[in-house]
């Protein structure tokens, strides 16, 4: 897996990229709660270019979610690929997290 942070508009994307397994998502978790820790809101991960995830990706991304709601901030996700995407919607994720086309629709523009 390989993790970008970036800026857009002045707002932090997370791209990612590879595989999200529970070899990678130590170094996720540890990425998302330095930008927890600043109480950045909203983040933007991107998972255009991410070919794999499991239940320790899906953990990684469900804690840093219930942090953020203490502060009131929010996670957001961006160009799921349909595969990826399937594992959100069967394990009903896509009703917990906000899930974007891309990153203008999730700001509205």
Same mark, same amino acid.
Request: aromatic share 6%; glycine share 6%.
């Given at each position: 897996m390989k993790i970008e942070i970036g800026d857009y508009k002045g707002l932090t994307v997370i791209a990612l990229s590879g595989e999200i397994d529970m070899y990678s998502s130590p170094e996720l978790r540890e990425e998302m709660m330095t930008l927890i820790k600043q109480k950045i809101s909203p983040v933007f991960v991107n998972l255009k270019d991410v070919t794999y995830i %499991?239940?320790?990706g899906?953990?990684?991304f469900v804690?840093?979610?219930k942090i953020m709601m203490r502060y009131s901030g929010s996670l957001k996700f961006i160009s799921i690929p349909e595969g990826i995407m399937e594992i959100f919607?069967?394990?009903k994720l %896509?009703?917990?997290f906000e899930i974007y086309r891309n990153i203008d629709d999730a700001l509205g523009n």
């Open positions: %499991d239940s320790s899906i953990a990684t804690e840093g979610l919607n069967f394990s %896509d009703k917990v």
